[in-house]
């Protein structure tokens, strides 16, 4: 098989670019609002209201029995039907909040879940409410045990973005179907655009375990 | 005999415990307990594990709530039966009253790992009570200093032994300026070499005239610093009184049994 480099090394600046001004926006700005949600639906689930505990499992159960590509096209395709059109990019930033906030709850709670319940008693003993001992002594501790997990949920999102290819949004995926489209070059074209992926997530491994390996002043290994 | 105008009150008992009963369950913990320390007293509770002695150190404080009976702390007087009933919101409100007065030394330290020694002391006074970081900062490094540690002051608890760690939770603890310090088996969870240095600075601060109850298996220290030994046994106080009478002339055959077991493990 005769592989056209040209095209491979002309190519690999839309892609790139595509990956820069589309899909690595997209991932970290779903990524951060999914964390609030994730945040607000692990405490939710903790709560002792059946109401509002039964309302996050709810979220979290629809979030995880559904296929992603399901949630992306009932934003895009669904909701105008019901007289609520919203753009690509908003469209790909709710759904992908959804889902990653979805996922990260039960991260999150099990995170909260793991904080030694010595330190609720500790915080209450100097004096702090629920609030308080979550904000100043519980998620601090918590956040060092999800980091890990999360790191994983943020690379798969990475990858998750080439799915809103399919609700229009011009990012690394979609480039690469233009382009194929336009030269022929599947094979080239759709290896090329993988590759370009396998790179963004190498760099965020290498990042993860640099996070991880960071030395861990706060927590002795119990 | 104090004669001074506030005498009735400085003559009131620091703690009264009214009737206090708590059930896990099936499983009844505390049975209608009564106990009265004064105040500059020290008091060590003891009693065999399971005997619900701890359970009885939280009710003070709040960390546990009991199903009846009041608590009185320094003029603050919960009255569980009647809060209980009262909703959530109005139990949150008499615990925190409850812990304002007084504060803990945890068997297990409970230092907030995330935070250096000296953030651990401040958190209360500054996050809690409102006071100014600098001011806070001055009285922690004055009683780090008092407890020999005041070179671990930006060491992280990690990094220090477990009697410095707890040493650490002491001053945590009267950095609060609480009325009544409780101490929940402070030196069980201490390797043998590390008791005393801690049972010292117990003693200091009882002979500084703090008041505290202390939960513990040290019988040479309730014998030598208590005014008072209560022993806890099926969720009951046995029986109470000088530690001469409890740990010396038991007049109940379990607290005989207790003690001798304590000191002839053998």
């Known amino acids: 098989m005769d592989?056209?480099?040209?095209?491979?090394?002309?190519?690999?600046?839309?892609?790139?670019?595509?990956?820069?001004v589309g899909t690595i926006p997209l991932a970290l700005v779903s990524f951060v609002l999914g964390m609030v949600l994730a945040v607000a639906a692990a405490l939710m689930r903790l709560s002792k209201n059946r109401f509002v505990s039964g309302l996050a499992r709810l979220y979290i159960?629809?979030?995880?029995g559904t296929p992603l590509l399901v949630q992306l096209f009932v934003v895009f395709y669904g909701l105008p039907s019901i007289g609520v059109v919203i753009n690509p990019w908003p469209s790909a930033i709710i759904a992908l909040s959804l889902n990653?906030?979805?996922?990260?709850?039960?991260?999150?709670?099990?995170?909260?879940?793991?904080?030694?319940?010595?330190?609720?008693?500790?915080?209450?003993?100097?004096?702090?409410?629920?609030?308080?001992?979550?904000?100043?002594?519980?998620?601090?501790?918590?956040?060092?045990?999800?980091?890990?997990?999360?790191?994983?949920?943020?690379?798969?999102?990475?990858?998750?973005?080439?799915?809103?290819?399919?609700?229009?949004?011009?990012?690394?995926?979609?480039k690469a179907q233009e382009i194929a489209a336009f030269t022929q070059e599947f094979m080239l074209l759709y290896v090329e655009a993988g590759l370009v992926y396998w790179v963004i997530c190498l760099a965020l491994s290498s990042g993860q375990l640099r996070l991880e390996r960071r030395p861990d002043r706060h927590v002795a290994v119990a | 005999m104090s004669l001074s105008p506030d005498a009735e009150r400085a003559d009131a008992p620091l703690l009264t415990v009214e009737d206090v009963s708590k059930a896990f369950?099936?499983?009844?913990?505390?049975?209608?307990?009564?106990?009265?320390?004064?105040?500059?007293?020290?008091?060590?509770?003891?009693?065999?594990?399971?005997?619900?002695?701890?359970?009885?150190?939280?009710?003070?404080?709040?960390?546990?709530?009991?199903?009846?009976?009041?608590?009185?702390?320094?003029?603050t007087r919960v009255d569980f039966a009647s809060v209980g009933s009262a909703g959530a919101k109005e139990l949150e409100r008499a615990r925190g009253s409850l812990r304002d007065q007084s504060a803990?030394?945890?068997?297990?330290?409970?230092?907030?790992?995330?935070?250096?020694?000296?953030?651990?002391?401040?958190?209360?006074?500054?996050?809690?009570?409102?006071?100014?970081?600098?001011?806070?900062?001055?009285?922690?490094?004055?009683?780090?200093?008092?407890?020999?540690?005041?070179?671990?002051?930006?060491?992280?608890?990690?990094q220090l032994s477990g009697g410095q760690q707890q040493r650490v939770g002491i001053v945590r603890a009267l950095a609060l300026k609480p009325s009544l310090l409780l101490f929940d088996e402070p030196t069980?969870?201490?390797?043998?070499?590390?008791?005393?240095?801690?049972?010292?600075?117990?003693?200091?601060?009882?002979?500084?005239?703090?008041?505290?109850?202390?939960?513990?298996?040290?019988?040479?220290?309730?014998?030598?610093?208590?005014?008072?030994?209560?022993?806890?046994?099926?969720?009951?106080?046995?029986?109470?009184?000088?530690?001469?009478?409890?740990?010396?002339?038991?007049?109940?055959?379990?607290?005989?049994?207790?003690?001798r077991r304590l000191t002839h493990p053998l």
């Open chain 1, 61 to 64: 159960s629809v979030i995880r």
């Open chain 2, 25 to 75: 369950g099936d499983n009844q913990v505390l049975r209608s307990v009564d106990l009265t320390v004064e105040r500059g007293d020290v008091v060590a509770v003891i009693g065999a594990s399971g005997s619900g002695k701890t359970t009885l150190l939280r009710c003070l404080n709040g960390l546990e709530t009991p199903d009846a009976g009041v608590v009185s702390v320094a003029g």
């Open chain 1, 3 to 20: 592989i056209d480099w040209s095209l491979f090394w002309e190519s690999l600046g839309p892609l790139s670019l595509a990956a820069v």
């Open chain 2, 188 to 259: 069980s969870a201490l390797d043998p070499e590390l008791v005393g240095d801690v049972l010292l600075l117990m003693r200091d601060l009882a002979a500084e005239g703090w008041t505290m109850v202390v939960v513990t298996h040290e019988l040479q220290f309730a014998r030598e610093v208590a005014a008072k030994v209560a022993f806890v046994d099926a969720g009951r106080v046995l029986e109470v009184g000088p530690p001469a009478q409890v740990l010396g002339a038991p007049r109940e055959e379990r607290t005989r049994q207790f003690v």
């Open chain 2, 104 to 158: 803990m030394v945890f068997q297990h330290y409970n230092l907030f790992p995330h935070r250096t020694v000296i953030e651990n002391v401040i958190e209360g006074p500054v996050v809690v009570q409102g006071r100014s970081r600098s001011e806070a900062l001055e009285d922690a490094r004055a009683l780090l200093e008092r407890v020999g540690l005041a070179d671990k002051a930006d060491s992280y608890p990690h």
């Open chain 1, 100 to 174: 990653v906030g979805g996922y990260a709850a039960e991260v999150v709670r099990a995170a909260i879940l793991s904080v030694d319940k010595g330190q609720w008693e500790a915080a209450y003993m100097v004096g702090m409410n629920r609030r308080t001992a979550l904000r100043r002594v519980i998620l601090p501790q918590a956040a060092r045990v999800a980091v890990p997990p999360l790191s994983n949920t943020f690379i798969s999102l990475v990858k998750d973005t080439s799915l809103t290819s399919l609700i229009l949004m011009s990012e690394l995926f979609r």
